[in-house]
């Protein structure tokens, strides 16, 4: 199994463009999370899913955030418009149901200048 | 609010040492606890999974202990090597399977040879 899939690896863009993360879930999971990691604030949850809906998204900093899953296996996290203060490591996990184990993406290291 | 607390934050040992990492959470209500390895620019590995109603879980070298009445837990690592040198990530999960975890942010940890 090729484990979670994240793309881009690294994302360098200017203040005020928008940013598409991109996460592909192992084959059978069917809980997505995406969490954040600063220096400052360590990991965060940012949403989860479980099979598709969004069950917890109080991690949301704000409307500029918003995350999708168009389907079972594939999610996404868009900013927009980005700030400098958003410049973070993004990790998606996913989980099987009934199964406690969560498997980490490579994570996105997104930089705003 | 649950809050997880890891102490020290970074830590430095020759090889061969014994050693213990703590990890602290406010709320004791807690389904289980988790701890996790990351390396330099990478996602996370799972290292153990307590239950709530376990006291500890082993692994090769390491050792997980949970005391959730007094919202702790230890990772003890025996004979440490220069390969442990990582972060060292403690997290909690408040309900069952599919649901979120809140992390501490981790203590870093340098093995010598």
Redesign the interface.
Known sequence: DAGVIQSPRHEVTEMGQEVTLRCKLISGHNSLFWYRQTMMRGLELLIYFNNNVPIDDSGMPEDRFSAKMPNASFSTLKIQPSEPRDSAVYFCASSKAGVYEQYFGPGTRLTVT | KQEVTQIPAALSVPEGENLVLNCSFTDSAIY?L?WFRQDPG?????LL?IQSSQREQTSGRLNASLDKSSGRSTLYIAASQPGDSATY?C?V?RNQ??????????TTLSVSS
């Open positions: 289980n988790q990478k996602g996370l590995t799972s999974l990530l997290a999960r399977a599919g649901t979120a975890l809140i992390f501490g942010k981790g």
